[in-house]
């Protein structure tokens, strides 16, 4: 994990601001809990990197476990809930490994912003508790001759998040494209196609 280490060093994904379409599910949670405090809720941010979503969870009243393999990572999201008064559960644990045990139906949103681990979605389905959110943000493929080149095993496919969690409630599903601008340029530069997802588990 040292290349992760180093990128967070230098101050790379440092991000604070939290996905517009988690904080839509997290307003969703709390109008549907007026009885229920969000601090008896309970998220799981999966590859956390430096923890904006998790800050953002711990920040609204979840009891967050957030989960990295950058020991780097991990420690900034440490210090972050530290200057904020906060408290999460952050881990080093390495998903490709295992070394992170999913819980059974305990959690009430499981997010995953840009981590594709096609094996992990058995377990994440199965931690998230009847009523629950899984939240997603992951890249795509796509063949754009402006788009960087990845490797495939990290992107999904077209429809693949959807088709996953079909037997859910999608609350909302989108393929998004957009263009960072370049410098001196008001033509841009075309980022990579990322599929969105918000789905509520209907299983006990």
Not at 12 to 38: F, I, T, Y
Not at 39 to 44: E, S, V
Not at 47 to 68: E, K, M, P, S, W
Not at 169 to 197: D, F, P, W, Y
Request: aromatic share 8%; with cysteine; hydrophobic share 40%.
């Amino acid at each position: 994990m040292s290349d992760w280490d180093e990128r967070y060093r230098r101050g790379e994904h440092a991000g604070v601001e939290p996905s517009r379409l988690l904080v839509r599910a997290v307003e969703m949670l709390a109008r549907e809990s007026v009885d229920e405090k969000l601090a008896a809720r309970r998220a799981l941010d999966l590859a956390c990197g430096a923890g904006r979503h998790a800050i953002y969870l711990a920040a609204q009243g979840f009891n967050v476990t957030a989960v990295d393999a950058s020991r780097v990572g991990v420690e900034m999201v440490e210090r972050r809930a530290r200057e904020r008064g906060l408290r999460l559960d952050a881990r080093v644990a390495d998903l490709e490994r295992g070394e992170f045990e999913f819980e059974p139906c305990v959690y009430d949103i499981v997010c995953d912003f840009y981590y594709l681990q096609r094996d992990l979605f058995h377990d994440v389905r199965a931690s998230v508790r009847r009523g629950g959110l899984f939240v997603a943000a992951i890249h795509m493929v796509d063949a754009h001759p402006e788009v960087k080149p990845m490797n495939p095993e990290f992107l999904l496919e077209p429809g693949e998040l959807r088709a996953l969690f079909d037997d859910w409630e999608i609350l909302h599903a989108t393929v998004s494209q957009r263009r960072s601008l370049r410098k001196n340029s008001m033509c841009g530069l075309r980022l990579k196609s990322k599929a969105l997802t918000c789905a509520r588990s209907r299983f006990a």
